[in-house]
C-alpha cells in the first residue's frame, strides 16, 4: 500500500501531483515526498519488518515507489557494528559504526538511494537513467541500471579516483569527464535534463531518490533494538544525507516504532569544502558557496542544495557541525581501519575525524550512544591513503631472511 | 549590450517555451528587471520580496556563480552568457 500523497514544496508548500518533478515552478524551492502516515497507523509494526527479507525493502511503505520494487531488490541492510576498539581510543562508552561501505552491489549508501529512484524511473516509464556524481553514485547508477537492464549516462568531474571512474565504467555505461568541478557537472546536469528527457536521479527524480536515504536509518534504530541513539554523526554534501536521517527518526517515533530519544544530529565536512559547517559555527542559515578544494572528494560539493535544510536540522535537534583537514581525513581513516577493521573512503575519514573533534570540544559527550555513518568504501579512493601506509618488506623465500625481520618486530614491540 | 540568457525548464511557461534569450542589460540587477518587462512573471520566480535572488536559484555568468562575483551588481558586457540554474543535489 503506498501511502504517498503529494510532491511539497520545502519552501512555499505548494503540492504537486507524483511525476518526475523536482523544483517548484513558483519560487525554484526543492520538492520532497510527502506521505499520510495516519494510514499506516499501527499497520507497520516492528514483527511485520522483521519478518521481511534483510534488505532496505523491508520498509517498504516508508519509500515512495508503488508496490514492490523492480530495480535494487536486494540492496542495503548493511551491519551496524559495536566498535569497541575505537571506543578505548576515543574515550567513549557507546559507539557504533553504521557501515554501509559494504551496501550491496557497489559500496557506497548509493545503493539506497539508485534503488529507489530507477524504481521510481521504470515506473515513470523512462528507458534511460544519468547522474551527475562524484563517483559513488556513477557506480550505482551504472551497475543497478545494467541489472535492470536501463541504459544509462554518467556525468563525472573529468579528475575523479581511478577506482570510482573504473568502478562505473565496468558497467558498460557512458561516462562523461566534465572538465570542471562537481558543481559545473551539475549544472550541465540540469541543463542536459531539461533537453534529454532522461531520469536524472539526482535532478528530476530527485525527490524520490533523496528518500532512499532513510533506510540508513531505520536499519540503524532498527539494530539499535528498536531505539534511536542520542546521537549520529554524518558526512554532509549536499546536506541531503543528514535531512533524510533525521526525517526517518522522526518518521518512526510518529508511527510507534521507537521511543523520542532527543536525537542529536551532527554534520562533517572537510575543511576544504565546509560551506555548511561554516554556517552551523558561524550561527547563521546564509550557506555561503565555495570553490571545493579537498581529498574527500564525493563530499566535494561548494554549493550544497540541502545546505539550508541540514543546517536547520543540525540546530533544532541540538547537534553541531565540524570540518577536518586532508591530513586529518587520512589520520582518521587508518584509525577506523586499524581499530575496527573497516577500509571506508575518505568520506568516512571526514566522519570519523570530525567525530573526534567533537568528542575532545565536549560537543560530543562520552557517556551516551553515538553512531557513525560510514557511507563508502576506501578501495575506491586508494590514492588517498597510498603514501601513509607501509609497503611491504620485500624478503627472498628463505626462513632466515624472515626469521631477521620477525626478531626486528619482536624487539620494536618490547621498546 | 545584449547577452543571451539560458532558461531553465520550470520558467520556458514564461518565456513562450523559448530556452535562451537575448536581453539588453549592463548589470544583473538590470538584466532581471528587463527579463520582467520582456517576460512579466520572470522577477518574482527569480528575486524574493526584498528582490533578493532566491536561495535556491544560482545565476551564472559565462560559468562563474555571480555570488563568486558581485551578485546583483555584477556587470555585464556585449556576448556575455548568463544561465539561471535551479540548485541540484548530490554527494552525500
Given at each position: ?415 | ?24 542589460a549592463s548589470s544583473i540587477s538590470e538584466l532581471i528587471d ?13 528575486c524574493?520580496?526584498?528582490g533578493e535572488i ?5 545565476v551564472?555568468l559565462?560559468?562563474?556563480?555571480v555570488r563568486f562575483l558581485d551578485g546583483r551588481n555584477t556587470a555585464l ?16
Amino acid at each position: 500500500m503506498s501511502i504517498v500523497r503529494a510532491l511539497k514544496c520545502r519552501e512555499c508548500g505548494h503540492e504537486y501531483p507524483i511525476e518526475p518533478v523536482h523544483v517548484c515552478e513558483f519560487c525554484f524551492g526543492p520538492l520532497e515526498v510527502v506521505y499520510d502516515y495516519d494510514k499506516l497507523k499501527g499497520r507497520l509494526t516492528r514483527e511485520l519488518i522483521e519478518s521481511r527479507p534483510q534488505t532496505m525493502w523491508r520498509y517498504k511503505e516508508l519509500l515512495p515507489i508503488d508496490g514492490e520494487p523492480t530495480v535494487g531488490a536486494q540492496n542495503g541492510f548493511t551491519p551496524l557494528v559495536r566498535a569497541r576498539n575505537l571506543e578505548k581510543v576515543l574515550g567513549v562508552s557507546e559507539l557504533y559504526i553504521k557501515n554501509d561501505s559494504v551496501c550491496y552491489p557497489t559500496l557506497s549508501f548509493k545503493d539506497r538511494v539508485v534503488s529507489v529512484a530507477l524504481s521510481k524511473a521504470v515506473e515513470f516509464g523512462f528507458k534511460t537513467v544519468a547522474c551527475a556524481s562524484t563517483g559513488n553514485l556513477a557506480g550505482s547508477v551504472a551497475a543497478n541500471a545494467a541489472a535492470a537492464g536501463l541504459e544509462s549516462y554518467v556525468f563525472i568531474p573529468h579528475d575523479l579516483e581511478q577506482g570510482k571512474v573504473l568502478g562505473a565504467g565496468i558497467f558498460g555505461t557512458r561516462i562523461i569527464g566534465i572538465k570542471g568541478k562537481y558543481d559545473d557537472v551539475n549544472r550541465l546536469c540540469s541543463e542536459v535534463a531539461g533537453k534529454y528527457g532522461w531520469a536524472f536521479v539526482n535532478v528530476n527524480v530527485r525527490p524520490f531518490y533523496a528518500e532512499g536515504s532513510k533506510s540508513l536509518g531505520y536499519e540503524m534504530m532498527e539494530q539499535l533494538g528498536w531505539k534511536a541513539p542520542k546521537h549520529v554523526v554524518v558526512p554532509m554534501a549536499s546536506g541531503s544525507l543528514c535531512t533524510k536521517v533525521d526525517k526517518s527518526i522522526k518518521e518512526f517515533i510518529k508511527l510507534g516504532l521507537v521511543e523520542d530519544n532527543g536525537t542529536a544530529v551532527y554534520g562533517a565536512q572537510a575543511t576544504g569544502c565546509s560551506p555548511i559547517s561554516r554556517s552551523v559555527k558561524d550561527g547563521t542559515d546564509l550557506i555561503q558557496p565555495v570553490h571545493a578544494d579537498t581529498i574527500a572528494k564525493s563530499l566535494a560539493i561548494g554549493n550544497p542544495a540541502d545546505g539550508f535544510y541540514a543546517n536547520r536540522v543540525i540546530r533544532e535537534s541540538g547537534g553541531w557541525a565540524e570540518d577536518v583537514s586532508d591530513q586529518e581525513v587520512v589520520d582518521a581513516m587508518k584509525l577506523l581501519a586499524e581499530t575496527e577493521g573497516i577500509f571506508a573512503e575518505t568520506a568516512g575519514g571526514v566522519t570519523l575525524g570530525c567525530a573526534k573533534k567533537l568528542i575532545e570540544s565536549g560537543k560530543l559527550p562520552r557517556d551516551e550512544s553515538i553512531v557513525l555513518c560510514i557511507t563508502g568504501n576506501g578501495l575506491k579512493t586508494q590514492e588517498a591513503v597510498a603514501d601513509a601506509i607501509d609497503k611491504p618488506r620485500i624478503i627472498e623465500a628463505s626462513l632466515k631472511e624472515f626469521d631477521v625481520l620477525a626478531a626486528e618486530d619482536k624487539a620494536a614491540l618490547a621498546a | 549590450m545584449a547577452v543571451s540568457v539560458r532558461i531553465p525548464t520550470p520558467l520556458r511557461k514564461l518565456t513562450g517555451g523559448a530556452d535562451e534569450v537575448s536581453i539588453e542589460a549592463s548589470s544583473i540587477s538590470e538584466l532581471i528587471d528587463n527579463l520582467e518587462a520582456a517576460h512579466p512573471g520572470l522577477k518574482e520566480r527569480l528575486c524574493d520580496d526584498n528582490g533578493e535572488i532566491r536561495r535556491f536559484v544560482n545565476v551564472y555568468l559565462n560559468d562563474e556563480d555571480v555570488r563568486f562575483l558581485d551578485g546583483r551588481n555584477t556587470a555585464l558586457k556585449d556576448g556575455d552568457e548568463v544561465s539561471i540554474v535551479p540548485a541540484i543535489a548530490g554527494g552525500v
